[in-house]
């Protein structure tokens, strides 16, 4: 397992690395001057190269980018274009609402479709397999900002038991903050759970057909009891994965979400940095959020060594 885990560990760094030097290279390369934009198309050229010096835009781009790359590994992400402020300062208070939105997200997508998958495989071939079945469709053909507008005209419209965006902050009290988090938290899940379920419902019904689970039904373990001590337990694996890459759906989904519901995270941090070409912004912010999927899919390499015994076996 010690193998495994350093293996996958050498990865995690050079898929980092490389996600650099993607967004680096792209965003170099895309048209357009900061400096201009900043002063404007009729701004003097000799203001317009004085801010381009004090950016260090006139700078070779690969001494950009190891200072950048430095920046980036001692936690200095330099200034931000339009809020002459450090980027460091912008992306720490936009990730006090992202993360738990995502992570919110990402806990009710598991817990529906954790149950209506293990529903709809416990009932296969049954009016319950096919309900779940059908909502699992419609879940992933409807967009989720469309969706996220739905919620908005029935719950904060016409219901109003919700305001239609907008975010408080955590000091307004943790549940007027929480609140304000549930619509688009289920804007974001709905797509991911539909997703999941079905996942779930094929792992479980290929462990169904094991024998271990014939022998366990045979020795008096009940039909539920079997499903949820074993049977989930050894589906968990491909599910997993699944979790990881929904993750990674749920972070890239925010940027949407977060403009539906006029949050100020990071979604729409970067939306407004890509549209004031904002780059220090952009390009924090873009690696941040690889970094963080990145993340995500190393502890689930590490959740395999701990879900399947054959890694503590054999090293692969």
Do not use: C
């Amino acid at each position: 397992m010690s193998i495994f885990l350093a293996k996958r560990f050498l990865t995690f760094i050079a898929t980092l690395f490389g996600a650099t030097v993607v967004v680096f290279l792209v965003l170099e390369i895309l048209p357009g001057d900061p400096a201009l934009l900043i002063l404007g198309i009729e701004a003097d050229p000799e203001a317009v190269e004085a801010l381009r010096e004090k950016l260090g835009l006139n700078r070779p781009a690969l001494e950009r980018y190891f200072s950048w790359l430095g920046g980036l590994l001692t936690g200095d992400l330099g200034m931000s274009y339009t809020y002459d402020v450090p980027v460091t300062e912008l992306v720490r208070e936009r990730l006090a609402l992202t993360v738990p939105l995502a992570v919110f997200a990402m806990v009710l997508s598991t817990v529906f479709a954790l149950v209506l998958g293990v529903y709809a495989a416990s009932h296969h071939n049954k009016v319950g397999d096919f309900g779940v079945m059908g909502f699992s469709q419609l879940g992933i053909a409807v967009p989720n900002f469309w969706f996220g507008i739905l919620l908005i005209l029935f719950f904060a419209v016409q219901l109003r038991w919700f305001k239609s965006g907008g975010f408080p902050g955590w000091d307004a009290g943790t549940w007027v903050a929480f609140k304000s988090l549930i619509l688009p938290a289920i804007a974001l899940a709905t797509v991911q759970s539909a997703i999941f379920a079905r996942v779930t419902r094929s792992s479980v019904l290929e462990v169904l057909r094991e024998d271990f689970v014939r022998t366990a039904r045979a020795k008096g373990l009940t039909r539920s009891g079997t499903l949820w001590q074993h049977v989930l337990r050894n589906a968990l694996i491909p599910m997993i994965t699944i979790m990881g890459l929904q993750f990674a759906n749920l972070l890239a989904g925010t940027i949407i979400i977060e403009n539906v519901f006029y949050l100020p995270g990071l979604g729409k941090l970067v939306f407004q940095a890509i549209t004031n070409r904002d780059m220090e912004v952009v390009k924090s912010v873009v690696v941040l959020l690889a970094g963080m999927v990145v993340i995500i899919n190393f502890i689930v390499d590490i959740l395999y060594a701990v879900i399947d015994p054959r890694l503590k076996v054999h090293d692969v």
